[in-house]
């Protein structure tokens, strides 16, 4: 027998509902109001506009979700290597936005808006250096960069002869480092920001990146550009193609380009396209701004002054375009587009900015303080000239010092010395010193992230529920999975047997099989049912292939008469060639091959329809064992309160 779920009534005084009083608990797993609260409220939007739920009909539905978890937990899959990896993974991409600083993030999203309200062009002469260099290489470099800016400066070399002779971007050293208009996103952010806040014609100091150091030239600065929207014709011919097959795009792009200076409309042209993911839009291609095309398809389309400009035939790695302007837009307004901005900012290095902050941060509030006396003995552990080669390891130690202390956690030397041990490197003995000092402040720095970290879920409410639906989200995936999904689709003969309780829901009308040609003129359509009729194919083939080929559109398959638009003009079931008859600005033939009776559609045309009813089925009877396993109890006194809350 199914266990009876038990109604506890518990008599609480007070108006107000405790947040961790418990609303229900499924086996040994507990679930709070405030959880429950939670998933309603952030669910409740989207479920009234698919399927209206009552809180009442929610709490169900959630109890069976949590019959689902309880069984995941019972068997101890939240222990296995392969989720503890990815929920791990999945909790390091939730906290991101809880160890950043906002306020930082806030200046750097309107800072990123303004750039992009410009575009600059700038040239560049690159020193390459390691992003983990040492402060003295870093100097080294600095001071040699600082010596060619003199140079420049001072009239003895120009800056394009120095970036061809000496910069270590070899691809705009041919240009004299040249690297175009960008605009904000477009380069790494200390490039950016250089090639942004100097004048037209300035020469920057040296410039630290990722790559190394970089002079940077900005040449010239102009309002942004803004977005485009066009549609296109295109025909296939990439650098590897064939002599002949490149001269056949060229030459249908030339007769489009020829067809449309004699007045035909873009629209009616866009079915000769090879591009088929533009072809069925009309050749609309998404909206694109600077650097996101082709250069030579980016600088047509922006040429193009009026919706309905079109281009002449534009060649690019790919094959032929001939492309007409739908619109040009401005750049949208902060608001539009602070979103986007912000996604990018986290994704861009120069989120650093506020990471650092972050840190400075945590160290004030957490009272960070360094033990400079046992750092000192802890450096003195340390053979620098093993170090240098790599070949030092970190020593046993009988007192394990504390080197600093944060809020109500220490770094202590044995974190310290296995942390420089893992991070040795070939360098002299001399620079050891400084470059442990480096490492220490990485170790400390990651030390006080990860005890904020492991403070998130107390801290923050909306983190600890997020962390727990990610959490649940993946257990419940790969159990249901094995449970359900899985058997579903590897049950052949269960399959079939559910197939056939439930054939007639899935039914195809009246179908024929067929070939179908739409011609521009009737003379051409007359001529292809003469020729199908008569069986003439290698008349019709060479027409086909003729210089008259674009004049034909030509289509095959199995369909309903409710399937294409041309059905509703044409139509016969009885096999043979039918037309031609006027459709739409052109006219068609139909041969129709073989009808096909309205009736159940095969096993093969259904079968992930059926495979996801039968899902539904096993799902109903693995939750019925479910209830039948854990003990289910409702806290009616909570649950009462939490209704009336929810009800306001």
């Known amino acids: 027998m199914m266990k009876k779920i038990i109604l506890i009534a518990i008599c609480f005084f007070g108006v107000q509902l405790q947040a961790q009083e418990v609303l229900f608990t499924v086996g040994n797993q507990t679930v709070t109001a405030e959880e429950f609260k939670a998933v309603y409220e952030k669910n409740k939007g989207v479920g009234n506009a698919i399927d209206p739920k009552t809180p009442e009909e929610y709490l169900d539905l959630y109890v069976r979700f949590k019959l689902k978890i309880a069984e995941a937990f019972d068997q101890k899959r939240d222990t296995a290597a392969k989720f503890v990896k990815e929920f791990g993974g999945y909790r390091a991409q939730l906290a991101k936005p809880y160890l950043s600083d906002a306020g930082s993030e806030e200046a750097l999203i309107k800072e990123a808006y303004s750039r992009m309200s410009q575009e600059v062009r700038a040239a560049h002469i690159m020193f390459e250096l390691a992003s983990s260099a040492l402060p003295s290489d870093t100097l080294r470099v600095y001071k040699a960069m600082m010596e060619l800016r003199d140079e420049i400066v001072s009239g003895k070399l120009s800056f394009e002869d120095a970036a061809r002779s000496k910069s270590a971007d070899t691809w705009s050293a041919k240009q004299g480092g040249d690297l175009g208009y960008f605009t904000a996103f477009n380069m790494v952010y200390p490039f950016e920001s250089g090639a942004y806040d100097q004048e037209i014609g300035s020469i920057s100091k040296p410039i630290r990146s990722q790559f190394g150091y970089h002079l940077i030239k900005t040449i010239d600065k102009r309002p942004a550009s803004g977005t485009v929207r066009v549609r296109q014709i295109f025909f296939a011919a990439g650098e590897k193609a064939k002599l002949a097959e490149k001269q056949r795009a060229e030459r249908s792009a030339q007769e489009i380009y020829t067809r449309l200076q004699n ?86 290095s120069r989120s650093q900015v506020g990471a650092k902050k972050f840190v400075n941060t945590l160290k004030r509030n957490y009272n960070f303080t360094v033990n400079e006396r046992n750092y000192r003995r802890t450096v003195a552990l340390v053979d620098a000239a093993k170090f240098a080669t790599g070949q030092w390891e970190a020593p046993s130690i009988k007192t394990d010092r504390v080197v600093a202390t944060y809020a109500d956690a220490e770094l202590r030397q044995s974190t310290v010395l296995a942390f420089w041990a893992k991070n040795q490197k070939p360098q002299t003995t001399e620079g050891v010193e400084e470059y442990l000092r480096l490492l220490f402040n990485v170790v400390s720095n990651d030390n006080i992230i990860a005890y904020e970290d492991s403070q998130l879920e107390s801290k923050y409410p909306d983190f600890r529920n997020l962390v727990r639906e990610y959490r649940e989200g993946i257990l419940l995936f790969d159990l249901t999975q094995e449970e359900v999904w899985d058997k579903a689709a590897k049950d052949s003969v269960g399959i079939y047997n559910h197939y056939q309780t ?134 009616e006194s909570v649950k009462e309160k939490l209704f009336a809350e929810l009800a306001d």
Request: proline share 5%; charged share 30%; aromatic share 10%.
């Open 263 to 348: 007045g035909e409309e873009f629209g009616a042209l866009v079915s000769f396209s090879e591009d088929r993911k533009t072809k069925d839009r009309g050749g609309e291609m998404p909206e694109f701004g600077l650097n996101k095309m082709m250069p030579s398809f980016e600088n047509a389309a922006f040429a193009l002054e009026e919706p309905g400009d079109f281009s002449a035939p534009i060649q690019t790695n790919i094959g032929w375009h001939v492309i007409q302007l739908i619109e040009k837009k401005p750049l949208p307004d902060f608001e539009s587009l602070e979103k986007e901005i912000k996604s990018k900012v986290k994704r861009d």
């Open 502 to 635: 439930i054939k007639n829901d899935f039914t195809w009308d009246d179908r024929i099989s067929y070939k179908l040609w739409v011609a521009q003129n009737e003379k051409d359509a007359k001529r292809i049912a003469r020729w199908v009729t008569k069986g003439k194919t290698d008349k019709l083939n060479e027409f086909l292939t003729s210089n008259d080929a674009l004049a034909v559109a030509v289509s095959e398959g199995t369909a309903q008469q409710k399937d294409e638009e041309v059905f509703q003009t044409l139509w016969n079931t009885a096999p043979g060639v039918h037309g031609p008859i006027a459709f739409n600005e052109g006219f068609a033939v139909l041969q129709t091959i073989d009808y096909l009776p309205a009736g159940p559609k095969a096993l093969n045309e259904v079968k992930g329809l059926v495979i996801a009813s039968y899902q539904n089925e096993l799902e109903e009877k693995w939750v019925a064992t479910l209830q039948d396993k854990f003990e289910v109890s409702i806290n």
